[in-house]
């Protein structure tokens, strides 16, 4: 029972109190070797040969057009689809060892059509796993709450709501509440945010990183938008073909694509693209002696600097102010934006 929450032998030691591993996050990297799926009567396979290391608590996502495997490579995680050839390991332990119920528990899976049952309310659909986890109804309920809280969904508003009942922006966060249920440490994600809006799109990937960045879950992110994989990546797939061609650093996969399909396929020439992945912080200039604010629009530190760029263009300003919590910490030009591509992204 390699891949269960209160394995103490993964940990190298026994626990006295297994709840204790569960809240600290065990490993949880997935480890695809020579995966290949040949679909019966398919003229050529839809994943070749993939070998690919996820590391506990990252965010990988997996990029590259349509029909080149993403979901297959993603549904051999769950075991909706088994391996033709090759083997898939979490937590060292090979998956095939495991039911595949057992598996799914412990893994949240999202998708574009969310799949809310339609006939349930929006708190018995988030309860499925921790009901067949067997949970008492008062933790159950607890749980639910909480769930909703995290995805900015007010529990006493939405709790009762049925899924026709909501925005298609709203189904997702509920989708997601549900994936996240049973405490899963890996998150299966299959182009969760495909039909919805550019705007919510924007709201609900930011609310993902916030989530990301408290909880650490291990997350296998499809998609065939190059800027959502640029936005949300710690790592980025790319593939083609069935084939994994590159396995990077969203900026290396900008700046040193392994070959002219990747090249094109996120637009490598696209300075204002690679703008999107360096900080204002990384670019500004420290304040000069004796600053004073002169109505420069203020920007933070951790803005990227292609919104920079349109603030400064739109605004016409020389220059903006840097603000981290109301205190001015630099300013930035267009010059120092240049100097900055020109040292990051070219060099
Ligand atoms: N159940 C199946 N039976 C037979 N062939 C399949 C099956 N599922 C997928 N395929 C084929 O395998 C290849 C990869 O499909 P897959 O769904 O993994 O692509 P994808 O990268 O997710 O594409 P999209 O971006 O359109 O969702 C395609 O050629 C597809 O037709
Ligand atoms: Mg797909």
């Not at 204790?20 to 994943?47: D, M, N, Y």
């Not at 060892?97 to 528990?105: N, P, Y």
């Not at 949970?135 to 909480?146: G, H, T």
């Not at 936005?231 to 900026?251: K, S």
Request: hydrophobic content about 40%; proline content about 6%.
């Amino acid at each position: 029972m390699g891949f269960s929450y209160g394995d103490a032998e993964t940990q190298g030691g026994v626990s006295p109190c297994p709840h204790k591993l569960e809240r600290k996050g065990i490993v949880s990297a997935i480890r695809f070797e020579h995966v290949t799926k040949q679909f019966p009567g398919a003229s050529a396979p839809a994943v070749l040969d993939c070998t690919l290391t996820v590391e506990d608590g990252s965010f990988v996502v997996i990029l590259g057009p349509s029909g080149c495997g993403k979901t297959t490579l993603l549904k051999m995680v769950n075991r909706l689809y088994e391996p033709t050839a090759g083997a898939i390991y979490i937590d060292d332990s090979e998956i095939r060892q495991l039911s595949a119920t057992t598996l799914r528990r412990q893994i949240g899976y999202v998708i574009q059509q969310v799949g809310l049952f339609p006939h349930m309310t929006v708190a018995q659909n988030i309860a499925v796993v921790p009901r067949l986890l067997g949970w008492p109804r008062e933790r159950i309920e607890r749980r639910v709450d909480e769930l909703l809280e995290l995805v900015e969904l007010p529990p006493a508003e939405y709790r009762s709501r049925y899924p026709s009942q909501l925005s298609g922006g709203q189904q997702q966060r509920v989708g997601l509440a549900r994936a996240l249920a049973g405490d899963p440490k890996v998150l299966l994600m299959d182009e969760p945010f495909g039909a919805i809006d550019a705007i919510t799109r924007a709201s609900l990937q930011d609310e993902l990183l916030r989530l990301q960045r408290r909880l650490k879950k291990t997350i296998l992110f499809v998609t065939h938008d190059v800027d959502e994989a640029l936005r949300l990546a710690d790592r980025i797939v790319v593939m083609r073909e069935g084939r994994i061609v590159q396995y990077d650093r969203p900026i290396a996969v900008l700046t040193q694509p392994a070959d002219a399909f990747v090249h094109e396929l996120v637009g490598a020439d696209d300075m204002v693209r690679q703008l999107s992945l360096v900080r204002v912080e990384t670019a500004m200039a420290p304040l000069p002696a004796g600053f004073r604010r002169n109505g420069e629009p203020s920007i933070a530190p951790d803005a990227d600097l292609r919104h920079a760029l349109s603030l400064l263009l739109r605004t016409g300003a020389p220059a903006l102010a840097v603000v981290d919590s109301q205190q001015p910490i630099g300013v930035l030009t267009l010059d120092h934006i240049r100097a900055t591509a020109k040292n990051e992204i070219e060099g």
